[in-house]
Each structure stands twice: as structure tokens, then as C-alpha cells.
């Protein structure tokens, strides 16, 4: 009877010293609309591209849906494909508006759909988007001249590397339709530049500025964040291809996209440890042993969209 009476102290003092942990809270207004970058997916023989992001997110209270557009095409054409898609989300979710995170691609995509229909849009959050082009995407352009045999050659390769990402994820090609040419034009400088003068809500005055508008003329309140870093993690099969690409810069970048080309609206940080694939807590969630979870940015962005009552 004492025994039990002295743990039963020993458990109301640690209660008491202790607080109750509260569960983060994402239950934001409106849905969180996911989107992939170049080549990417919704979920690939049942691994998220937004690797246990939507789990995550959806556990804390959030509405989440996974947008599944083309592996491979223009930013407008994703666009589209992403507008309509929205449509189909506020018609099941009977919600008014959305937030979209896009991811690399996605970055651009995202952006487009808040442009030309800012009305469906509370929020346009960019993770590592290239949203002043990729130096890596100059390089490879730079070897195909237009209408070469080269260019022909890369473009069926490619065109059927998507076409197998469509395959194994259960989409139609032909709903989804694959231009990796047009996806490569949109990803390079001179393309982005295009793209920005079209659809320039959010970006910054100049490169690395870093003096974008958090809440836009239109009405859309747009957010970015990035990685600074190629290597890190030695466990990670991938931080060996991101090293090489990274060398094509002269400036910070996560492998694929420079801190300063990510840069949109509110900056969250364009310089976590984390590569262009552990943004997305891939591969298999292997990421910097002592950065921030990188599921853990997708939660405390949802958190700040619902502070903002978005």
C-alpha cells in the first residue's frame, strides 16, 4: 500500500512539472494542395513524393490533397492541368479557396494558378522553386540546339521516362500529355524570366533581393523556403548526384536550384541544410542528422497559414 502510494506521488509531482505536450494544430481554413516538381508524382507504388508530409499534415488537422499533373511539360501547361485540379478540390471539399505548396516545378506551377485565378488561392507556398531559373537547366539546354538530333534524341528518352513515372502511379498519359523539351525551356533562365514577366506577383525586385510581397496585389499571400546545402547526409544514396549537379553553381543551392532562385514572397529560410531532395524529406526520410525535420517545415508552414486564418 506504501509502494503504491509513493509511485502515485512520484507520478502527480512529474505531472505536475511536466505540461501535457499539445499536438501542433494545422487545421487551416482552407486545403493544402501538394504539388510535385519535374518528374515527380503523388505517390509511387504506395511511396509519397512528399515523403509522410500528407500523413503528417492530415493527423494535425489539415484537409490535404496530392495534385497529380504531367512529370514533364511547360509551367503553363502544369498549370492548367493544377487549375483544374483545384477546381475539382473545391468542388469535393465545398471550400472557397486553397493553399498550394509546389515543390521545385511546382514552384512555377503553383504561381501561375494563383495568377490568372487568384480567387481559388489564399496562399502560394514555394519549396526550393525555380522561380529565376536553374543553372543546371541552362547547361542542359545549352548542349541540345533546338530541332538537333541530339534534342530529339534527349526528348523520346526523357518523354519515356515520364511516360514510366505515369505508368506506375496509375495516371493517363493522355490526360497528362508529356513535353520534357518544353519543361527543360521553362526551368532555364531566360525561360523563368519569361514566366516571371507574365506572372510576377510575389517575386522579389531582383535576383537575391530577397524583398518579396508576403500578401500580393491579387490578394494571395506567397511564401518560400529552400536548402543550402549538396551533401548531407553520407546515408543517402542521392547526395552523391546532388554534389554534381551542385557544381554548376558559383552560389549557394540545394543541387538543383540556387537559395536566391527559390526566393518568393515571405522567405521562411532559403538555407537549411537539406538538398533538393530532402525538402521533401526524401529519399525515405534521410536527411541532415542535426538540421530540422524537413516534415516538420511543411507543419509549422500550415500552422502559420492558420494563424493567418488561411
Known amino acids: 500500500?506504501?509502494?503504491?502510494?509513493?509511485?502515485?506521488?512520484?507520478?502527480?509531482?512529474?505531472?505536475?512539472?511536466?505540461?501535457?505536450?499539445?499536438?501542433?494544430?494545422?487545421?487551416?481554413?482552407?486545403?493544402?494542395?501538394?504539388?510535385?516538381?519535374?518528374?515527380?508524382?503523388?505517390?509511387?507504388?504506395?511511396?509519397?513524393?512528399?515523403?509522410?508530409?500528407?500523413?503528417?499534415?492530415?493527423?494535425?488537422?489539415?484537409?490535404?490533397?496530392?495534385?497529380?499533373?504531367?512529370?514533364?511539360?511547360?509551367?503553363?501547361?502544369?498549370?492548367?492541368?493544377?487549375?483544374?485540379?483545384?477546381?475539382?478540390?473545391?468542388?469535393?471539399?465545398?471550400?472557397?479557396?486553397?493553399?498550394?505548396?509546389?515543390?521545385?516545378?511546382?514552384?512555377?506551377?503553383?504561381?501561375?494558378?494563383?495568377?490568372?485565378?487568384?480567387?481559388?488561392?489564399?496562399?502560394?507556398?514555394?519549396?526550393?522553386?525555380?522561380?529565376?531559373?536553374?543553372?543546371?537547366a541552362d547547361i542542359v539546354r545549352a548542349g541540345l540546339t533546338e530541332d538537333s538530333p541530339q534534342e530529339g534524341v534527349a526528348a523520346t528518352v526523357f518523354n519515356a521516362f515520364a511516360s514510366v513515372i505515369e505508368l506506375v502511379t496509375g495516371s493517363d498519359p493522355r490526360a497528362l500529355p508529356t513535353d520534357s523539351v518544353a519543361a527543360l525551356d521553362s526551368l532555364t533562365t531566360e525561360g523563368a524570366a519569361k514566366f516571371n514577366a507574365r506572372y510576377p506577383e510575389g517575386m522579389p525586385s531582383g535576383y537575391c533581393t530577397n524583398d518579396g510581397d508576403m500578401l500580393a496585389e491579387n490578394g494571395v499571400y506567397y511564401f518560400s523556403w529552400s536548402g543550402g546545402k549538396t551533401l548531407t547526409n553520407a546515408l543517402d544514396v542521392s547526395d552523391s548526384f546532388m554534389v554534381l549537379t551542385g557544381l554548376a553553381f558559383d552560389e549557394t543551392n540545394d543541387g538543383l536550384v540556387s537559395s536566391c532562385s527559390s526566393q518568393l514572397g515571405y522567405v521562411i529560410n532559403d538555407r537549411y541544410r537539406m538538398n533538393h531532395l530532402d525538402e521533401v524529406n526524401q529519399v525515405f526520410g534521410i536527411h541532415h542528422w542535426f538540421e530540422t525535420d524537413p516534415v516538420q517545415v511543411f507543419v509549422e508552414q500550415a500552422q502559420r497559414l492558420k494563424s493567418l486564418g488561411l
Open 1 to 136: 500500500m506504501k509502494k503504491a502510494l509513493y509511485f502515485a506521488c512520484l507520478a502527480w509531482l512529474f505531472n505536475a512539472a511536466v505540461p501535457a505536450y499539445a499536438a501542433p494544430d494545422t487545421s487551416t481554413k482552407y486545403p493544402i494542395v501538394l504539388v510535385h516538381g519535374l518528374f515527380g508524382f503523388d505517390d509511387a507504388l504506395g511511396v509519397d513524393y512528399f515523403y509522410k508530409v500528407p500523413n503528417k499534415l492530415t493527423r494535425y488537422g489539415a484537409k490535404v490533397y496530392t495534385a497529380t499533373v504531367s512529370p514533364a511539360n511547360s509551367s503553363e501547361v502544369r498549370g492548367e492541368q493544377l487549375l483544374a485540379y483545384v477546381q475539382e478540390v473545391l468542388a469535393h471539399s465545398g471550400a472557397e479557396k486553397v493553399n498550394l505548396i509546389g515543390h521545385s516545378h511546382g514552384g512555377p506551377t503553383i504561381r501561375y494558378v494563383a495568377s490568372v485565378a487568384p480567387e481559388l488561392v489564399a496562399s502560394a507556398t514555394s519549396v526550393a522553386g525555380v522561380n529565376q531559373g536553374s543553372k543546371v
